[in-house]
T-cell receptor, first 111, second 111 residues
């Protein structure tokens, strides 16, 4: 049982480039989430999904897009990367929206 | 606006020196309060969920308690391996599925 896996671990993007952060869970959880964590700040919710085909915005969705075509996968798409998107991104999943289990994170730098 | 404030921001203890971390919250209605542990370079690791005032949960040297306005994470006789950042988060009634996180308390336990 790998839990929640994220790829890549690190990435450097140039301003204006696009990329997809991958997230996969093998716990058959319905709920999946994307957070960003900036230094000295709490985690902020970007998008979440309550099941395949259903997604909704969190606190800070601007500049990001998501899709959920399967229960296992919840990729996060960054279009036209900006320096303000430099952060550590965490994917999480939960069975019933209570106890969320987090992946190891992707550290993204936009220069 | 729903808010979570953790104090202190940083805490240094000697091995065996017990102490408490505080998480105060202001929400319209509490669905659940969560404690996580985060080691450097890793994702948050779930510790406890508390649902109602008066509830307590324990795990090894950690004990979490909840009142109507705050939660405490008591650490009894800490060891160096307890060094980490401890995050508190709340889930709000009617607030969709999001967790509102505090900024965390960085705990260092010296041998």
């Amino acid at each position: 049982n790998a839990g929640v896996t994220q790829t890549p671990k690190f990435r450097i993007l140039k301003i204006g480039q696009s990329m997809t952060l991958q997230c996969t869970q093998d716990m058959n959880h319905n709920y999946m989430y994307w957070y960003r964590q900036d230094p000295g700040m709490g985690l902020k919710l970007i998008y979440y999904s309550v099941g395949a085909g259903i997604t909704d915005k969190g606190e800070v969705p601007n500049g990001y897009n998501v899709s959920r075509s399967t229960t296992e996968d919840f990729p996060l798409r960054l279009e036209l990367a900006a320096p303000s998107q430099t952060s550590v991104y965490f994917c999480a999943s939960s069975w019933d929206s209570y106890e969320q289990y987090f992946g190891p994170g992707t550290r993204l730098t936009v220069t | 606006e729903d808010q979570v404030t953790q104090s202190p921001e940083a805490l240094r203890l000697q091995e065996g020196e017990s102490s408490s971390l505080n998480c105060s919250y202001t929400v319209s209605g509490l669905r659940g309060l969560f404690w996580y542990r985060q080691d450097p370079g890793k994702g948050p690791e779930f510790l406890f969920t508390l649902y109602s005032a008066g509830e307590e949960k324990e795990k090894e040297r950690l004990k979490a308690t909840l009142t109507k306005k705050e939660s405490f994470l008591h650490i009894t006789a800490p060891k160096p391996e307890d060094s980490a950042t401890y995050l508190c988060a709340v889930q709000v009634v009617g607030g969709s599925e999001k967790l509102v996180f505090g900024k965390g308390t960085k705990l260092t336990v010296n041998p």
